[in-house]
């Protein structure tokens, strides 16, 4: 009887606080609706993939690069050292901004980014993981857009 209690109670502990996860098809929908697909010739699955291999479509994400000597925020963990208002800012926002579900602040300040010389090579993740995909299209396999 005491077991299940104390399982119960462990999960709860190990649950992520504040997390909020968003379905993959969503993340598209929403990435769509800002106008990022083919936005300076990237195309939606490249942003979907980019926003899986920095968050794991976690628009609250926030990791600290200890090596990097930089914190990540967001769906694509601009960095803060550049990006938003905790360094050069070069977004025009707040951190925290970067933060919300919604992704308007999110898409503005990746539209930004986009725009410089690198494009999407300014993510080293999409780099490794999106550029030379051939199977990009599965990011948006079963979602209507």
């Avoid at 709860?12 to 929908?29: E, H, Q, T």
């Avoid at 690069?65 to 990006?83: A, M, V």
Wanted: charged content about 20%.
């Amino acid at each position: 009887m005491q077991a299940p209690m104390v399982l119960l109670l462990i999960g709860c502990l190990l649950a992520p606080s504040g997390a909020y996860i968003l379905a993959r098809c969503i993340v598209a929908k929403r990435l769509y609706d800002g106008g990022l697909d083919y936005f300076e010739g990237y195309s939606l699955a490249n942003w979907v993939c980019l926003a899986y291999f920095e968050s794991k479509f976690n628009p609250s994400a926030v990791y600290e690069n200890s090596q990097g000597g930089y914190t990540g925020f967001g769906l694509f963990q601009f960095r803060d050292s550049e990006w938003c208002d905790h360094g050069r800012n070069l977004c025009s926002v707040s951190c925290s901004a970067l933060l919300k579900p919604d992704l308007k602040a999110t898409i503005q300040c990746a539209k930004k980014i986009v725009q410089g010389k690198q494009g999407m090579g300014a993510w080293p993740t999409w780099s490794r993981h999106c550029q030379l995909s051939d199977t990009l299209d599965r990011w948006l396999d079963g979602c209507k857009l």
